[in-house]
């Protein structure tokens, strides 16, 4: 037990009792393209439009283990790619059919669980320890899971196998492609310790120098820490840092139906008196909201404001759509709305908080054209990124 100020926290302590496996394919959108076009197989394929169709200006989605010998990766401009790889395949993405073979890919997740928690067009969680199939040992489950990924879509993945998710996500990536990897409790302590501070999650870019300045290299570095260090170093992912890097991460497996909302706030004191400056903060939220249903790929038809006045009385309204929508534009378009009707500057705001629900996961992402774009075409979506 320890004491910080007013709080105490117990140390945490190791639940080794779940079963949870994160799956991520093997270079995605390229393997794809490799399984359906044989002659691209064993050569370098860049899935980006090639740069001379594109005056140059199109970014890579990912590139084949082949191409990636000469260091093509995913984000890097097409330009650069071929300048590396000039002898590479270019070919461009095709999304809509991305999707539809990921949804394969879940389709076979959930004959062996329910307990499916999507990250990306290519990865998952799930959680194993009770799975239909009644197989006792998790290592099964993915060694199962991963053939009938091969055998029936011709595909290949990598696993990890632990008891929790942030090592089970760092685990699936020691043996790509095609591997597996299995890091039990007892193997977590040494695993962590040798750990790069830069893969412990909530690490950012400032705090991994700063920390290196301070000789913290890796997870025995960072153990070394007290909890009262950690809080100070990371604020407020402190303590799940505190308690990564001994080997406990008790977040669930989330379902779809689960994550049903996403929404953020924020309070202030003084409060706010001025539409202005309410709607400027509304501006922030939007994008922090939008910015956490990006990283879950996610997009949602109803938007919520929280109002929480001086005295503490509160306003919640929502507005449905019948688009899903995902840009913090969006949101805020919605949100400053539902306060210009509803929201009174005059009494002194403590709080405001933007919401987005009736979440569904983003589909054909490149393709369509939102209401609001639609609305205002000097903000059209891109029809396709690469
Ligand atoms: P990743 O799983 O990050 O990469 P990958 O599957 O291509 O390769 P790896 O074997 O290392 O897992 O991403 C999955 C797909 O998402 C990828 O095939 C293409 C797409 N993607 C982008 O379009 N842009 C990006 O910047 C990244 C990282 C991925
Ligand atoms: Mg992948
Ligand atoms: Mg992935």
């Given at each position: 037990m320890r004491t910080i100020g007013m709080l105490e926290f117990a140390d945490p302590e190791i639940d080794g009792s779940r079963k949870i496996l994160h799956v991520d394919m093997d270079a995605f959108y390229a393997s794809i393209e490799q399984r359906d076009h044989p002659e691209y197989r064993g050569k370098p394929i860049?899935?980006?439009?090639h740069p001379r169709e594109n005056s140059g200006k199109g970014v890579v989605s990912t590139a084949s283990y082949e191409a990636r010998k000469y260091g093509v990766h995913s984000a890097m401009s097409a330009q650069e790619a071929y300048r590396l790889c000039p002898q590479g395949i270019f070919v461009p993405a095709r999304h809509p059919y991305y999707v539809e073979v990921s949804e394969q890919v879940r389709a076979i997740f959930h004959r062996y669980t329910d307990i499916v928690e999507p990250l990306s067009i290519d990865e998952a969680f799930l959680d194993v320890t009770h799975n239909k199939a009644n197989i006792p040992y998790a290592m099964d489950v993915a060694k199962d899971i991963q053939q009938a990924i091969y055998k029936e879509l011709h595909l290949t993945c990598s696993i990890g196998v632990s008891y929790n998710k942030f090592i089970a996500k760092l685990a699936s990536d020691i043996n790509k492609p095609f591997g597996m990897t299995i890091i039990t409790p007892k193997r977590a302590e040494a695993f962590l310790e040798q750990l790069p501070i830069e893969d412990f999650y909530g690490i950012g870019k400032q705090s991994v120098a700063k920390l290196h300045d301070h000789h913290i290299f890796n997870g025995a570095d960072l153990k070394a820490l007290s909890q009262d260090d950690c809080l100070k170093l990371f604020g407020k992912t402190g303590l799940a840092i505190y308690e990564r890097v001994r080997g406990v991460d008790n977040r669930p497996v989330k379902t779809q139906r689960q994550r049903k909302s996403i929404g953020k706030e924020r309070t202030f004191y003084p409060f706010l008196y001025h539409d202005d400056d309410i709607e400027s903060t509304l501006r922030l939220i939007a994008q922090k909201v939008s910015e956490a249903l990006a990283k879950k790929a996610l997009h949602g038809k109803v938007v919520t404001i929280k109002i929480r006045y001086a005295d503490f009385t509160t306003l919640t309204r929502q507005k449905s759509l019948i688009d899903p929508i995902k840009a913090a534009d969006e949101i805020y378009f919605y949100a400053v709305d539902l306060y210009r009707e509803y929201g009174q500057s005059d009494q002194g705001v403590r709080l405001l908080g933007i919401t987005v629900s009736d979440l569904s996961d983003v589909l054909f992402e490149n393709v369509r054209l939102s209401l609001y774009a639609k609305k205002n075409d000097k903000n059209e979506e891109k029809i396709d990124d690469n």
């Open positions: 860049i899935i980006a439009k």
